[in-house]
């Protein structure tokens, strides 16, 4: 097992399109974890969910995040972002990012029409800003 470097963190995380597990804190402290399709602005990931989530009520609460990204092939490998979120509802970057999102995740044929229908109203946009990576490859080796 050996630590990724920042540029293989990167492509690890844009190379195809994995789903992340992300993981807020509840009011009463515990837990929750949900897949999430994500892209990428800079070091920031970048995700949307419905206002009434349970992911966005803990959001709203507290920012703080943990996301996941794993690799399930051997040998084996994982990228473990912890940072701050910060919301959004502005409807034209949310359409915006609801198209690049799904584009990477439907393919570039669907991503307008998902980007129209995920871009409404009470859809949240949501930016992670990494605070400390852990990053590990070729763990079965």
Request: net charge neutral; with cysteine.
């Amino acid at each position: 097992m050996r630590a990724m470097r920042s540029d293989e963190i990167r492509e690890f995380l844009l190379a195809r399109p994995r789903t992340a597990t992300l993981a807020t804190v509840r009011a009463d402290g515990r837990p929750h974890a949900a897949p999430i399709w994500f892209a990428m602005d800079g070091d920031a990931l970048i995700f949307t969910t419905w206002h009434t989530t349970v992911k966005a009520a803990n959001l709203r609460r507290d920012p703080r995040v943990c996301l996941v990204v794993d690799d399930e092939a051997p040998p084996f490998a994982y990228v473990q972002i912890e940072g701050m979120a910060s919301l959004s509802e502005d409807l034209g970057e949310l359409r915006r990012w609801a198209a690049v999102i799904a584009g990477r995740y439907m393919g570039p044929e669907q991503a307008e029409a998902y980007g129209v229908r995920n871009g409404v109203p009470g859809e949240i946009l949501v930016r992670v800003t990494p605070m400390r990576i852990v990053a590990q490859a070729e763990i079965a080796v």
